[in-house]
């Protein structure tokens, strides 16, 4: 329950931006190998396209989860932010193969969030990025496969048409 209370605490701090950040949001992350894509896309636009874009590259869609939509349920407005986690199982067996460990770093997650401008950011951290701590040569050649497909992903997601 503690670890559940934590992680809500966490999503919180992110989705609440203090009124003098940009809704566009994650320059302040502590990742230099974030990856940030601005788009010409609306929030909901970039949403749909990040969603057909996995089914098109043969991954699954692991989880979703968006801030401003559970908010907007509630009759409360706050700029598009959302989570979209990312995986496939043959990926997950040889990880766990590797480094049970590792296992803690899947799914792997796209985060989107939407500008002032109405238009919205991809951001993702490469998975070679993720699973690097791990110092796994096995890991690390899965990652660089994953790696391929994550900007394959992501550049289909934000090209303009």
């Known amino acids: 329950m503690r670890r559940i209370v934590v ?4 999503a919180l701090a992110l989705v609440f931006p203090t009124a003098s950040a940009p809704a566009q949001g ?12 601005p788009t010409p896309h609306d929030f909901d636009t970039l949403w749909q396209r990040m969603e057909d874009a996995v089914r098109g590259h043969e991954m699954f869609l692991v989880g979703r989860a968006s801030a401003s939509r559970a908010a907007a ?6 700029p598009g932010n959302g989570i979209i986690d990312v995986y496939r199982n043959d990926f997950a067996v040889r990880m766990l193969e590797a480094s049970v460990a590792a296992g803690f770093e899947a799914p792997i997650r796209f985060y989107l969030t939407e500008a002032e401008d ?7 951290r490469p998975p070679s990025a993720v699973f690097a701590p791990y ?3 096995d890991l690390d050649a899965m990652a660089v ?6 900007a394959s992903i992501a550049a289909t997601a934000v090209a303009e048409e």
């Open 145 to 150: 496969e994953l790696d391929e497909i994550f």
């Open 73 to 78: 349920g509630r009759d409360i407005d706050i």
């Open 118 to 124: 109405g238009t919205a950011t991809l951001s993702y």
């Open 135 to 137: 110092g796994n040569a």
């Open 7 to 10: 992680s809500a605490l966490c």
């Open 26 to 37: 994650i320059e302040d992350s502590p990742y230099a190998d974030m990856i940030v894509l």
